[in-house]
């Protein structure tokens, strides 16, 4: 999951919550009559063809450490580029809020107060944005992104999308206006409205990206693009990160380790309130109501 470069605390930390993560999802797709599959969808896995050392290091140092919240075991939820902060597990999906998995932003240093300037506000969120510096992820290549569309293949990505899903207004022809008119204190896109010929589609956290080809997270505004009669042409999409955000940033703890940060002051970062402990008896794996 890591790659075989990785520095020993972040190889540490992504051990634990792989464990962690394989250990709690056993049960999720009882009904489908498996465990795990060995991709993103749930957690990849090479076989013997992605044994290095260092990984073996890793399992040995750590070996029946999990990561726990109380009693239980953590959604240990994780992406590869958070883009600068964070997501809590409400802003991309639906359900139980899970305590330890906050807005936290993604830098060893104090560069932004989330407490005094929350990203819903899209003012804040453009300024964020336009900070490179000073984080975990500073130099990655989706860290920051500028991707732009032109109308007609937004128009195509979003009738395909409404046509999959079986959603309304799958027949319209062209886009008019594309709107972000929700944000959540972590900059994540909660409502997403688009105007088309035949009227108003609402796109919701990550339908968002399900939607259009462009954005690699849902932390990003739109900038409408005009051709030389000031007509709509397109929209660039501007942001930051790629996958949920949920969660360890992969190359975040690759710098936090480099800096010296061991493993547990990395998952301590990424996941507050929790602890490491071995596995034991009294630890709950998983929760029907959840």
Known sequence: ??????????????????????????????????????????????????????????????????????????????????????????????????????????????????????????????????????FNETGRNVFRWNRESSIEQLSDD????????KRPLANFKKIKRMQVTKRSPSGRILKLEVKTDKGLVELHKTEVRSAFGPPRSTLFYLKPVYDENENLKAYAFIGGGFGHGVGLSQYGSYNLARLGWSARQILAFYYPGTRIQPLNESIVFWRESR
Not at 24 to 39: G, I
Not at 159 to 165: A, D, G, S, W
């Open 158 to 165: 979003l009738q395909r999308y409404l046509k999959r899903t």
């Open 1 to 134: 999951e890591i790659g075989k470069g990785a520095p020993k605390g972040a190889t540490e930390a992504q051990t634990i919550i792989a464990r962690t993560y394989a250990l709690r999802n056993l049960r999720r797709f009882k009904a489908d009559d498996y465990q795990l599959c060995a991709d993103t969808h749930c957690q990849v896995y090479k076989g013997l063809s992605g044994v290095t050392p260092n990984t073996d290091q890793a399992i040995t140092s750590t070996r029946g450490l999990v990561l726990t919240y109380g009693s239980e075991l953590v959604d240990a939820l994780y992406s590869s580029t958070t883009g600068g902060v964070t997501a809590p597990f409400s802003d991309i999906w639906n359900g139980d809020e899970r305590p330890y998995l906050k807005a936290v932003i993604d830098s060893p240093q104090k560069v932004w107060d989330l407490s005094q300037q929350s990203l819903a506000s899209e003012e804040s969120f453009r300024r964020f944005i336009a900070l490179e510096e000073g």
